[in-house]
C-alpha cells in the first residue's frame, strides 16, 4: 500500500470498510432486527394472552357463582319432573297425603309410562273412598307436592250407606311426569 497516495488509500479502506459495513448489515444486524421484531410481536401476543386470562381470572367467582345457581335450578326443576319413576316414594307420599286427609286408598295402580318428546307421562289410577270434603283436601295437598301431579278423569260417586267418615267413592288418574334423559350419539 505504499505505493498508492494517501487519497487512494483512504478510498480503498473506505471501500473495503463499506463492503465490511454491508456485509455486517446484512449478514449480522439484519437477522438480529428481523429477530427482535419477532420477540416483540411474541411479546404482545403474550401480553394481550396475559390480559386476557387477568380479565378471565377477575370474572371466576361470577362464573361459579352462575354454576351454583345454575345448579341450584337444575336440582329444584330434577323434584320437579324428575329422571326416574320413583314410585315407591309417590306411592308412599300419596298414601300419607290420603291417610292425612281421612281418606282410604282402596287402589293405587300404576300404568304403563307414555314417552312423549323430552318428558313421560306416568299415569297412576286411584280409587279413594271418604268425604267430599276430605277428597277436596286431598287434592289441595297432592297439588302442593314439589313434583307436578294433573288429577283426570275424576269420577265421583255417592254411596248407597254413607257412614260419618265415608260418603262418597271416586276413581281418578293422578299423572306425574319423569324426565327423559338424552342419550348423546357418540358417532356426531
Known sequence: MGKLGFGAQLLVF???GAILYGGFLVWVQGPMKQE???KTNQRRSLQAEVENAKTTAARLPEFRREVERKEAILQALSRILPSRKEVDDLMRKVQQLAAESS???LRFRPEATRPQE???EFPITLD???SFHNLAY???RLSRLSRIVNVSNLKIASKRNPTISSTISASC???TFLFIEQTVDASQ
Open 36 to 38: 427482535i421484531e419477532e
Open 138 to 140: 286431598f287434592f289441595d
Open 173 to 175: 288418574t293422578a299423572t
Open 128 to 130: 279413594l273412598d271418604g
Open 14 to 16: 473506505a471501500f473495503l
Open 118 to 120: 323430552f318428558y313421560a
Open 103 to 105: 281418606l282410604d286408598v
